[in-house]
């Protein structure tokens, strides 16, 4: 019993299902994190050029009102024209960035919409238990995991800026938009470095989160064998279960098409597949039956593997309404079905002659 309980058995399908309604998915924040930060460094050497231009002229407005005095009016309008030009410039970014940052959870998790996460729970408001998780092995780990890849990706991107600081000199001599182009190819150069380090921490915490979030819904067998008693009352289920075994028959009755003596047809809607063989039953047997696209797919199976089609409409309705497959025909019917295989042995000695 001790070992029912441990819990090695991977998650089935229903268990994960659950989770995701729960909201609870295996979401690395960090790769989220990097795909909006690659979208918004492209994004903006995108836009460099129409950003710079409205922020070379807002410093042409700022410089024209150098001899005005600051009144009321003038405080307001400076205000007005400010935040226009900073809305013009920040707005496509913004888009762009919410944009990037809904793709990276769908492309980890597919999409996924619930609710259940923004129903009330009191119980997270007990000041002891919001202690203990903020004290938890788990939260240190994640601080001093946050710590290290801040410290690593700063450390290294710091390296690459004082090498760039030692060009000040030089660049301090060029025209604004040569220092313009400067500082951008810089910006650059260093967001890449960066990005990659980042890159590196974010595929090493997916694969962290995923094999932490599997292993936490792991199930015992007992689990299992419970949950599959319940699924068994879910009139869904047992639909699918039907429906399944309702194919599997199917399949199964049409492979023994090719194995009948004859077909006997309506000829359009009704089709019946007999097959006698003396040695087994004491009576031909019904190996395959079937109305409109059934029948349709049963004559078309017997034609091509060489076995009649005999057209007799009173009698392959009668079969299909009085007769079960695998039952032999009973005995009213015995008459009718013994003159149709008399018929096809005849023709097939014919044939064969």
């Known amino acids: 019993m001790a070992d029912d309980q441990e819990k090695t058995e991977e998650p089935t399908a229903k268990k994960l299902e659950d989770a995701r309604a729960e909201g609870n998915v295996p979401k690395s924040q960090d790769i989220s994190g990097v795909l909006i930060l690659v979208v918004a460094i492209l994004a903006l050497w995108m836009m460099f050029s129409f950003i710079a231009e409205h922020l070379l002229k807002l410093v042409r407005y700022y410089f024209s009102l150098m001899n005005h005095p600051l009144e009321k009016t003038n405080l307001i309008d400076i205000a007005f ?17 919410a944009v990037a940052g809904v793709a990276g959870t769908v492309a980890q998790i597919g999409f996924n919409f619930t609710t259940k996460p923004l129903t009330p729970n009191f119980s997270k408001l007990d000041p002891i238990a919001g202690l203990k998780n903020m004290l938890s092995f788990q939260k240190v780990l994640e601080s001093l995991k946050i710590t290290f890849k801040s410290f690593t990706a700063l450390g290294v991107g710091f390296l690459f800026f004082w090498s760039f600081t030692k060009e000040l000199p030089t660049v301090a001599l060029f025209g604004l938009w040569a220092q313009m182009d400067w500082f951008k190819e810089k910006a650059i150069i260093l967001a890449a470095v960066m990005l990659v380090i980042l890159f590196v921490f974010a595929v ?8 932490h979030y599997f292993d936490k819904l792991k199930m015992s067998m007992q689990e299992i064998k419970d949950e599959f008693k ?12 039907r429906q399944i075994q309702m194919q ?17 047809t309506n000829p359009t809607h009704y089709a019946v597949a007999i097959k006698y063989d003396e040695t087994k039953h004491n009576a031909p047997v019904v190996v395959a039956k079937g109305v409109d696209n059934i029948a349709i797919q049963i004559k078309k199976i017997a034609r091509e593997n060489g076995v009649h089609v005999v057209q007799n409409p009173p009698l392959a309705r009668s079969l299909y309404k009085e007769v079960e497959i695998d039952h032999p025909i009973p005995d009213m019917l015995f008459t009718a079905v013994a003159e149709v295989l008399a018929y096809v042995y005849k023709m097939g000695k014919k044939r064969k002659g």
């Open 204 to 211: 090493i915490d997916l694969v962290i989160t995923r094999k």
């Open 248 to 264: 599997a028959a199917r399949k199964r009755m049409m492979s023994s098409v090719p194995t009948a003596d004859v077909v006997i």
């Open 230 to 241: 319940s699924m068994e009352g879910d009139p869904h289920i047992k639909a699918k279960i």
């Open 81 to 97: 024209v400010t935040f226009k030009e900073f809305l013009i410039m920040v707005l496509p970014i913004t888009i762009i960035i």
